[in-house]
Antibody
Framework: QEQLVQSGAEVKKPGASVKVSCKAS????????MHWVRQAPGQGLEWMGV????????RSAQKFQGRFIMTGDTSTSTVYMEMSSLTSEDTAMYFC???????????????????WGPGTLVTVSS | QSVLTQTPSASGTPGQRVTISCSGS????????GYWYQQLPGTAPKLLIY???QRPSGVPDRFSGSKSGTSVSLAISGLRSEDEADYYC???????????FGGGTRLTVL
């Protein structure tokens, strides 16, 4: 069945970097994009960015630009997100979510989230 | 402060119909499609409604979506205890060039 499997929980110190993986299975990896969405404890959802794993093009939210990188590996159907200069405010559950398009797929707006990974808890603490 | 505005909480009794609203602007829900996600406690979100009013396969027809102006709404009929969850709306925002979410509505089944 279609699923996304994410890497395990991470504990990092302030100022460190973290890399989280998201491995897809059960569908044609190159037909979809991949988003990253995070959720701080007790808070709502926050979109971070999206990657086209085939071409490598990305679009990220302005607040994360400069310290947030997304990469993809089509040979293993895996996408990665790496975030640097972590602070306590980055403590959150990080979800990957498949981007699906069934219309005019030229625009980022067309790629909505249709399948979610279970999440990876990243804790930033000294 | 979320770009899309949802009331923080809603409630209903079993069998009742409840509606959850999401208010946006011309740059997001007014011009682009709205989406709804259900997040059960301790789990990842799940797609409920896409493109304003379309249901993915497997989602019961008790769930329906609509759009009016710059607002999108989610209606749940025949409320069940298992519907108790957080519900989020989402849309692409042309001004921000980003996906934006509502702050979420916690639905309680009394």
């Amino acid at each position: 069945q279609e699923q996304l499997v994410q890497s395990g929980a991470e504990v990092k110190k302030p100022g460190a970097s973290v890399k989280v993986s998201c491995k897809a299975s059960g569908y044609t990896f190159t037909n979809y994009y991949m988003h990253w969405v995070r959720q701080a404890p007790g808070q709502g959802l926050e979109w971070m960015g999206v990657i086209n794993p085939t071409g490598g093009s990305t679009r990220s939210a302005q607040k994360f630009q400069g310290r947030f990188i997304m990469t993809g590996d089509t040979s293993t159907s895996t996408v990665y997100m790496e975030m640097s200069s972590l602070t306590s405010e980055d403590t959150a559950m990080y979800f990957c979510a498949r981007g699906h398009c069934d219309g005019d797929c030229y625009f980022w707006a067309a790629w909505y989230f249709d399948l979610w990974g279970p999440g990876t808890l990243v804790t930033v603490s000294s | 402060q979320s770009v899309l505005t949802q009331t923080p909480s809603a409630s209903g009794t079993p069998g009742q119909r409840v509606t959850i609203s999401c208010s946006g602007s011309s740059s997001n829900t007014g011009r682009n499609y709205g989406y709804w996600y259900q997040q059960l406690p301790g789990t990842a979100p799940k797609l409920l409604i896409y493109k304003n009013n379309q249901r993915p396969s497997g989602v019961p027809d008790r769930f329906s979506g609509s759009k009016s102006g710059t607002s999108v709404s989610l209606a749940i009929s025949g409320l069940r205890s298992e519907d108790e969850a957080d519900y989020y709306c989402a849309a692409w925002d042309d001004n921000l060039s980003a996906w934006v979410f509502g702050g979420g509505t916690r639905l309680t089944v009394l």
